[in-house]
Nanobody, 124 residues
Framework: QVQLVESGGGLVQAGDSLRLSCLAS????????LGWFRQAPGKERERVAA????????DYADSVKGRFTISRDNAKSTVYPQMNSLKPEDTAVYYC?????????????????WGQGTQVTVSS
C-alpha cells in the first residue's frame, strides 16, 4: 500500500513561482514512477508532469513545458514539481499519483495510488 500526501499549494500572483511536495510512504514506493495531475473546475483531470523511479527521465504536458520542473528525492521519498511563471490558467487542484511500474506512463488509468490534492490558485 502506498500513501501520498501533497503540500505547498496556495494563492499566488501571475508570474510567481511555487513548489509543491508529495511525500510518499510505502515499502517499495521508490521503485514507482510518480506523476502530478491537475483538475480545474469543470475540466477533466490532466497529467502535467511525470518522473520515473530513478529521476533520470521526465515528461511534461505541452502547457507547462519550460515552466514546470519535476524532481524526486528517493532518500526522502518525496517528489517536487517546481512551478515557475505561473498563469491564471494553472489554477487547479494538483494531485500526486504513483504508478506501480518504474517507467513513465501517460495513461491516467494506470496510476494506482492518489493523494488528496492541494489547491493552487493563480490570480491575474
Amino acid at each position: 500500500q502506498v500513501q501520498l500526501v501533497e503540500s505547498g499549494g496556495g494563492l499566488v500572483q501571475a508570474g510567481d513561482s511555487l513548489r509543491l511536495s508529495c511525500l510518499a510512504s510505502g515499502r517499495t514506493v521508490n521503485s514507482y514512477s510518480l506523476g502530478w495531475f491537475r483538475q480545474a473546475p469543470g475540466k477533466e483531470r490532466e497529467r502535467v508532469a511525470a518522473i520515473d523511479w530513478s529521476g533520470a527521465n521526465t515528461d511534461y504536458a505541452d502547457s507547462v513545458k519550460g515552466r514546470f520542473t519535476i524532481s524526486r528525492d528517493n532518500a526522502k521519498s518525496t517528489v517536487y514539481p517546481q512551478m515557475n511563471s505561473l498563469k491564471p490558467e494553472d489554477t487547479a487542484v494538483y494531485y500526486c499519483a504513483a504508478h506501480g511500474v518504474g517507467v513513465i506512463t501517460k495513461g491516467i488509468e494506470e496510476y494506482d495510488y492518489w493523494g488528496q490534492g492541494t489547491q493552487v490558485t493563480v490570480s491575474s
